[in-house]
């Protein structure tokens, strides 16, 4: 079956990628699979400077799902390009460099040290990490800040694919992905992490040094799939799902509400070969399920009359 | 296809060790061993019991113990969710593994060696001095709070020179520092090789005085950690820079002077 997928200059051999901040720069999970299977490798969060993160401890395991805190802990921009990125196979994969910054102008900077990056295919912006005091999720809950950082990464990324991830911590989705879309996006991505907090009662603590942070995991799929059917709807530019995803059935539930394709997250913790085999997989499912082409199912959802 | 470093095994057994107050809070999981080249002391492996539903997600690290080619051993103390689900495991059962990860103790063949366990930090120990080419170079400390028959100390000391206490009562506690500081000021001086592993309290007792004494000295942390590969940043510690560093992949073995406790 054609698993091939292609939206807005974005070449992806089928609609796996895997999502930022849970597969580090690729390469940390190439002896566990051909990297080059996968659709696209979203790498890391990425900042102009190197940046430490938050205190420890910063993840924690919940039902169906964990809380991190990391605080876009990366090496910085020029370490990517110089170190990072020469030894993925980006003229195999997709690979997406995703970009955290603290002000529209910083987003825009960024995205200009990038713009003449041969080996990266797309720029993913982060406008809704909860897990910084600047930046973050402020921008991801403001629709005039999405439409600003978005018009400033699109003025500064040459011919690069500009892909704006969103945030479920918002009223109305559909709104912050209008205001991407009027921005200049190319496509967007969503959910990012859901607020959420654990406490500890014998310590009397909380479980993150942080206190709030970002849940993901099986536990937030329903408010993914809902928040992208709503987005889908919204906008005319392509939608990527992201949010539980844990099984192939999980991934074309996206696809079947309109997703182009699908980054996978926290179940690249479950095992760290998930994502590849997720490829075969969805392609079998697929067929048991009597789709003659991933292009005919996607969106092919049929609402009660 | 997933590469062989992340694998299916088969559980070959598990089996409660030594009598504590809560039966099974110590056991042995024996495993199918997989088809690796070889592992070094200090390494470990993430498992998850293929039949484990998604409420929880991890999977779990634990230092290898020991492995005698068919099997690979690993010694556990049910802690939580995690570790109390894997001692129900049966013979039989399969678990997803991945490793070995890390990196290891030093070896140093002819150097007075001293081996600091803090209870069940004694678990790398086993194949440390089971591969070991001068185990005679070897002694081990350990300090315990379950009865001595929860760890396999009886099996390492009949290899090397070997000492324990227990931490009954407070003042217990007080001798087992003492007795730490007078070992590792005694190694310290013969310019010998200090290697320790328990909970965090214990790593910082040894630190301290590592740095005291200018002891070469290694400390394996244990930490939370998602992936065990590097990638989710959750496990970090500090090193001596103050830069975050991931515990799965830097480390789990630090040298003392080289990280924050």
Known sequence: ?305 | MSLRNCRTVKVLDVSPVGQSKSPGELFELRLQYPDWDGWKPGQFVMIRPTGWELDLLWARPFSICSSDGESLTLFIQNMGRGTSRIGKLKSGDTVTMWGPLGNSFAVEPETPTLLLAGGIGIAPFRGYVEQHPQPENLKLFMAHRLPLDCYPYALLSKSVSSHCMIEEKPEDLDRIIDTMRDRIREYAAQDGLILSCGPTPFMRTVQRFALEFKARAQVSLENRMACGVGACLGCVTKDGEGHHVQVCTRGPVFWADKVEL
């Open chain 1, 1 to 305: 079956m054609d698993m091939h997928v292609s939206f807005g200059g974005l070449d992806l051999k089928n609609p796996v990628m895997t999502a930022s901040g849970t597969f580090g720069f690729g390469m940390e999970f190439a002896p566990y699979g051909d990297l080059t299977k996968l659709g696209g490798i979203v790498a890391k969060g990425l900042s102009l400077k190197p940046r430490e993160g938050n205190p420890m401890p910063r993840i924690t395991e919940t039902p169906c799902g964990m809380l991190n805190a990391i605080g876009i802990q990366n090496p910085g921009v020029e370490y990517f390009i110089t170190k990072a990125l020469p030894y993925l196979p980006w003229k195999k994969v997709a690979v997406i460099a995703n970009l955290y910054a603290c002000d529209a102008a910083e987003f825009g900077e960024l995205a200009g040290v990038l713009a003449g990056e041969e080996g990266v295919a797309a720029l993913e912006v982060n406008v809704s990490c909860p897990n910084v005091k600047e930046g973050g999720i402020a921008f991801g809950q403001d629709p005039a800040q999405i439409a600003k950082v978005t018009e400033a990464v699109k003025k500064w990324a040459g011919n690069k694919h500009v892909m704006v991830k969103l945030s479920p911590n918002v009223t109305d989705i559909g709104v912050c992905a209008r205001a991407a879309a009027e921005g200049g996006a190319d496509s967007l991505s969503l959910i990012n992490t859901l607020s959420g907090m654990a406490v500890d009662i014998r310590k009397r603590k909380p479980c993150i040094a942080n206190v709030i942070a970002g849940l993901s995991g099986p536990a937030i799929k329903p408010v993914a799939l809902r928040c992208v059917y709503q987005a889908v709807k919204a906008v005319d530019i392509p939608v990527v799902g992201i949010g539980g995803i844990a099984s192939a059935e999980d991934a074309l539930e996206f696809i079947l509400v309109g997703a182009q394709a699908v980054q996978v997250g926290t179940a690249n913790f479950l095992r760290p070969d998930f994502a590849f085999n997720l490829v075969d997989e969805i392609e079998t499912l697929l067929g048991e399920i009597g789709a003659t082409s991933l292009d005919d199912f996607r969106g092919s959802l049929q609402l009660p009359l």
